[in-house]
């Protein structure tokens, strides 16, 4: 599986009771021991995690279940990574 970055960054108007059904998507990612890394910006912009994933399509189709996503209350953007 490759690497991918996966920026999160809030949009205006940010609604903070999506933070919890994010967190859940978050876990359950980690269940599947699909992410290494995970956290929040330290300015509450947004955040990242390092997801793994067996193509681009593949991630992006993850990242793209993200509630925040979904609601519309983030841009979320996927890179292929290739960190060593």
Do not use: C, K
């Amino acid at each position: 599986m490759n690497r991918y970055l996966v920026l999160v960054m809030r949009n205006p108007g940010f609604d903070t009771r999506l933070v919890p059904a994010h967190r859940e998507f978050l876990g359950n990612l980690r269940a599947q021991q699909r992410i290494e890394l995970a956290g929040g910006f330290g300015d509450a912009s947004g955040g990242a995690y390092l997801l793994r994933a067996a193509s681009l399509a593949d991630a992006r189709a993850i990242a793209e279940r993200d509630p925040l996503h979904v609601e519309h209350a983030s841009i979320v953007t996927v890179y292929e990574w290739n960190a060593s």
